[in-house]
């Protein structure tokens, strides 16, 4: 299947989803064609010049920040004129400003926050999660030849390797823009965005008690790595959904991810299992968090916390 995967970029650096969406353009296993809309999209088709990308098509449009009837207009011409089977966006505030109504304009088939995907006897099969993710679905998209997917932010790690692909001037016209770009402030994200940490400590509910939680808090410090926790630890209001990894919380790439006291239940692996490296301590050796870990311990996890505040 072929794709058209959109890039998105900010103050003239690519945003981290599309390397991630180019990552995910592979799943399709076909030509990858992946669509520069910038005022001036030069040094931007350098950086999305990676593994996995045939051509790079560099559309001048625009001012130099996203805005919306710009992109609306340019993607509705590539679509024309490419006809790609697949169009990738990111599930980011940009592409929710022109992507669905796109989508319904073409007739296009259409998911959003998808996080996993593939091609099935041709047909594509795409995964999302509803009613505050407590259920998990596949769609098919019976009728439809082209489809458009916004695909949640680091579902998949960011594509890298040395490129090599031809770049394209594609002309597109757009008649002026109903919005202005001002200014962009990044909303914080709690009171810690654990999606950008390279190492995470992240702690389940075999700490126990509330009580116990300072003491990883402490040691997470000591350690240089940010805290995270399981679900039960946030449903238990010990901690705020902003640390939650997992289907229903965050999804965390670290370098290090190491888990104390975590079963390893599926909905937690969808958030972390593309981490570096994993690291796992729980004291029952069937845990299923040892399935996905490269390094592993079956041991007390409070033993392991007093040694590591040795070192630390
Ligand atoms: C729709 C839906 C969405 C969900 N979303 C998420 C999500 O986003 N994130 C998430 O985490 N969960 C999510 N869950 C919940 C998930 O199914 C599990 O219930 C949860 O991940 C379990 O958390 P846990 O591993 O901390 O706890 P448990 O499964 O209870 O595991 C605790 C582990 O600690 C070990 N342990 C106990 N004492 C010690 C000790 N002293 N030393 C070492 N090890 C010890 C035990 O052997 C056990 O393996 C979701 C569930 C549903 C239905």
Redesign the pocket.
């Known amino acids: 299947m072929s794709v058209l995967v959109v890039a998105e970029h900010l103050g003239g650096e690519l945003r981290p989803v599309t390397l991630e969406l180019i990552s995910a353009a592979q799943e399709l296993e076909g030509p990858v064609a992946v669509a520069v809309i910038a005022q001036d999209p030069g040094s931007l088709t350098k950086a999305v010049d990676v593994e996995g990308v045939d051509e790079i098509l560099s559309v001048a449009a625009g001012p130099e920040e996203f805005e919306n009837d710009v992109y609306h207009a340019a993607v509705e011409q590539l679509v024309e004129q490419r006809g790609p089977d697949v169009v990738l966006t990111g599930f980011t505030v940009n592409s929710m400003a022109y992507a669905p109504a796109l989508a319904a304009k073409l007739g296009l088939g259409f998911a959003s926050d998808v996080f996993s995907f593939r091609s099935e006897g041709g047909a594509l099969v795409a995964e999302r999660?509803f009613y505050g993710?407590?259920?998990?679905a596949e769609l098919e998209f019976p009728g439809h030849d082209r489809v458009l997917l916004m695909v949640r932010p680091t579902a998949w790690p960011p594509a890298e390797g040395p490129g090599g692909a031809s770049v394209t001037e594609v002309p597109v016209s757009v008649d002026g823009s109903r919005a202005r770009h001002v200014d962009f402030q990044a909303v914080a994200a709690g009171d810690v965005d654990i999606t950008t940490a390279d190492f995470l400590l992240s702690v389940?509910?075999?700490i126990?008690e509330k009580e116990n939680l300072p003491q990883f808090e402490e040691l997470a410090e000591r350690m240089g790595a940010t805290l995270s926790v399981?679900?039960?630890?946030v449903d238990a209001g010990w901690m705020p959904n902003a640390r939650?990894?997992?289907?229903?919380?965050k999804t965390v790439t670290p370098k290090v991810y190491l888990a104390?006291?975590?079963?390893?239940?599926?909905?937690?692996l969808?958030?972390m299992k593309t981490s570096g490296t994993i690291i796992a301590?729980?004291?029952?050796p069937e845990?299923a968090?040892f399935g996905v870990a490269h390094y592993g311990a079956v041991?007390?996890?409070?033993e392991v916390a007093e040694e590591l505040e040795k070192l630390y």
């Open positions: 999660s993710a407590k259920v998990h389940g509910r075999g126990g399981s679900r039960p630890i939650q990894v997992g289907q229903s919380g104390l006291g975590i079963s390893g239940a599926v909905q937690h969808a958030g301590v729980n004291s029952d845990a968090i041991a007390d996890l409070f």
